[in-house]
């Protein structure tokens, strides 16, 4: 990688994370010494605030390469998503995801070519009509092609890791309080090579383990 680029992907890794932690240190900030001495819990929910404090979720999504990257992947199976989320104010969610993106490789003749991938992301909720509401944001991924969709991970020999980054939009659908239904897509990309590019559409469920 040339130093431009390494320098360019060192402003977007640190921007992306120095957005998630400005956030964050908005919504826990020292309370008032008013609000410290009430007998309120010290975590409120606030009274337009849709969602629960964290979810856990499992998803399911298939992955279709894009523009240069069809020369290098061929779209496989669907693979699940396993995420952690957590809900900053109500505004704002973070969370962290691992998943095989499913592939076969375009120059192997069809050889199987998962992508583990981790990650972490950050979404502007938007309401649209409660219970509707719309998640809008960016993802910061670390993309390793693997030779099988299984641990321990067995490294490809035809394409390197890369980090990689995404925008995202999805549909949540808040249901009984503590569950989310959601539905949406993201389009991806390495940051090291053309090869590893592609779009993601989803469907989900999330599940509440306590209330605020």
């Not at 977007?12 to 819990?41: D, K, Q, R």
């Not at 950050?122 to 809008?136: A, E």
């Not at 035809?158 to 995404?166: C, L, N, V, Y």
């Not at 999805?170 to 592609?198: C, K, P």
Request: proline share 7%; net charge positive.
């Amino acid at each position: 990688m040339k130093a431009p680029d390494v320098r360019i992907l060192t402003a977007i890794v640190a921007g992306f994370f120095s957005l998630s932690m400005n956030c964050l240190a908005e919504t826990t900030a020292a309370p008032t010494p008013a609000a410290a001495s009430s007998l309120a819990p010290a975590v409120q929910r606030r009274h337009d605030d849709p969602y629960q404090r964290w979810y856990i979720s499992a998803s399911v999504a298939r992955n279709f390469p894009e523009a240069y990257g069809d020369q290098f992947l061929v779209t496989d199976k669907a693979n699940p998503i396993l995420s952690y989320w957590y809900n900053l104010d109500g505004d704002w969610m973070i969370g962290f995801f691992g998943q095989f993106k499913m592939f076969k490789s375009g120059r192997l003749k069809g050889e199987p070519l998962p992508i583990w991938t981790i990650g972490h992301d950050i979404q502007r909720s938007i309401r649209i009509w409660h219970p509707l509401h719309f998640l809008v944001g960016g993802k910061l991924l670390y993309l390793m092609p693997t030779q099988e969709a299984k641990l321990p991970l067995r490294r490809s020999e035809e394409q390197p890791s890369e980090i990689g980054i995404a925008i995202s939009g999805n549909f949540a659908l808040v249901l009984f309080d503590r569950w989310l239904v959601t539905a949406g897509v993201n389009r991806w990309r390495g940051t090291g090579t053309q090869r590893l590019q592609g779009s993601e559409i989803q469907v989900g469920l999330a599940w509440a383990p306590s209330t605020y």
